[in-house]
C-alpha cells in the first residue's frame, strides 16, 4: 500500500473517531455515573435476608435515598434523606469490604435488645406473640425466617449517634451486624427498592414489603432524648462463629 492510499484511510478513522467513538465514550461515562449517583443494581449472594430477598434476586437500588454524591466519590453533593428502621440497604462490610445487604435494625440513640432472633427497640418488641416472625418498624412489616433459630443475641445495646445496625431478615443464618459491629449511616450506598429479576419467576417488579390484611400497625414509641443522651453502649454479645 502506498503512503497516498494509507493517507485517505487513516483519516477516515480519525473522523470516525471524532465522529463516533468519542460521544459512545461519553454516553458510556454519562451512564457509569448516574449508575453511581442515582440508580445501580445488586444480586442477592445468599439467604441471610429470607423471606424477603431470596438468594439469586436483583434488586434495584435507589442511590439517591440517604444522599446525591459526586459520581464515583464519597462526597456529598445534596442531602437527600436519612436512614430509616425497617429499610433494606446496601454498603461495604466494615470487616472486610465485602458489598452487603441487609436491614437498618436501629439507628442513633435507639436501646436495642435481640433476644432468639426477636428484635426490641427502646423497649418495645416489633413482632407480637400473634405474628412471631413478623416485625413491625412502624412504615414497613418484616417477615422473619427462624428456620435455624435466632443466631446471636444483642443484650442492651444503645446505637451512638451517626450509626445504624443492620440485621439479616434470616436471624440464624446472616453474617450481620452481631459480627461486623455497627456501620456508619453515612457509608450506606443507597436503598434497596425493588425485585426486579427472580429466580423460577424471571423478570418482575416487586416492592420489599408485605402486606398482613386487618394488621393494625403500632409505631415504635421512643424515650425521651434526656435519656437517651445519658444511655451508655454497651457491646454485642457474640456467642457463635459466623
Do not use: C
Not at 85 to 111: C, H, M, N, W, Y
Not at 222 to 232: C, D, F, N
Request: hydrophobic letters at 40%.
Amino acid at each position: 500500500m502506498t503512503a497516498a492510499a494509507a493517507e485517505p484511510r487513516s483519516k477516515g478513522l480519525l473522523y470516525w473517531l471524532k465522529k463516533e467513538a468519542l460521544p459512545l465514550l461519553v454516553m458510556l461515562g454519562l451512564l457509569a455515573a448516574a449508575r453511581d449517583s442515582l440508580a445501580n443494581h445488586y444480586q442477592v449472594p445468599s439467604g441471610s435476608m429470607q423471606h424477603t430477598l431470596m438468594p439469586g434476586d436483583r434488586v434495584v437500588v435507589d442511590m439517591r435515598a440517604y444522599g446525591l454524591r459526586l459520581p464515583f466519590t464519597q462526597v456529598e453533593l445534596l442531602h437527600t434523606g436519612v436512614p430509616q428502621r425497617g429499610e433494606v440497604a446496601v454498603f461495604d462490610s466494615p470487616q472486610d469490604g465485602t458489598r452487603l445487604i441487609k436491614r437498618i435494625a436501629a439507628v442513633g440513640g435507639d436501646r436495642v435488645e435481640l433476644h432468639d432472633g426477636h428484635l426490641s427497640i427502646n423497649g418495645h418488641p416489633l413482632a407480637q406473640s400473634s405474628l412471631d416472625e413478623v416485625e413491625d418498624f412502624g412504615r414497613t412489616l418484616a417477615r422473619l425466617d427462624l428456620g435455624q433459630g435466632g443466631g446471636p443475641d444483642i443484650d442492651g445495646l444503645t446505637v451512638p449517634e451517626g450509626k445504624v445496625l443492620m440485621l439479616g431478615d434470616h436471624r440464624g443464618n446472616s453474617a450481620d451486624g452481631r459480627y461486623f459491629g455497627l456501620v456508619d449511616a453515612s457509608a450506606l450506598y443507597g436503598k434497596a427498592a425493588r425485585v426486579y429479576y427472580r429466580r423460577g419467576e424471571g423478570f418482575t417488579w416487586q416492592a420489599l414489603k408485605i402486606g398482613l390484611p386487618g394488621r393494625a400497625r403500632h409505631y415504635i414509641r421512643h424515650e425521651p432524648s434526656s435519656i437517651r443522651k445519658t444511655s451508655q453502649s454497651r457491646p454485642v454479645r457474640l456467642s457463635i462463629d459466623r
